[in-house]
């Protein structure tokens, strides 16, 4: 594949160097949950080509970075995109994900659809 027709997504498990390409962040987040179901391992970005992550505070908690983001999608913010948006600070798929579990049970954030989230 060359570097014109590459995914704007790709991911690697931090055990094993596995990659997987994707056309969606959220297929990310679903190669992760295989992935810690099977082994317990943890997926790190290594690509993430969206205008909403280039945009998103490279600083802070998640706080800032969903309210940046929730104003570029009306019907919920993919996961993915958190996802990939957080890993500008150094998170895994996995940590960022439980950080919005955590913001999600305490009423900060709700779910308008399946992996698509809205800050309260």
């Not at 014109?4 to 931090?14: K, L, N, Y």
């Not at 800032?64 to 150094?90: C, N, W």
């Amino acid at each position: 594949m060359s570097q014109q027709d590459s995914a704007p997504f790709v991911a690697q498990c931090t055990e094993t160097g596995e990659r997987v390409e994707a056309s969606t962040a959220n297929d990310v987040v679903e190669f992760y949950r295989r992935r810690h179901r099977l082994t317990g391992a943890d997926v790190e970005w290594v690509v993430a080509d969206h205008p909403a992550v280039t945009q998103a505070p490279e600083a802070g908690d998640l706080g800032p970075v969903l309210h940046a983001l929730d104003d570029q999608f009306e019907r919920g913010i993919p996961v993915g995109i958190v996802a990939a948006a957080t890993s500008k600070q150094g998170w895994t798929v996995g940590q960022t994900l439980d950080t919005l579990y955590e913001l999600r049970m305490g009423g900060a954030l709700w779910e308008p659809r399946d992996d698509h989230l809205r800050p309260v």
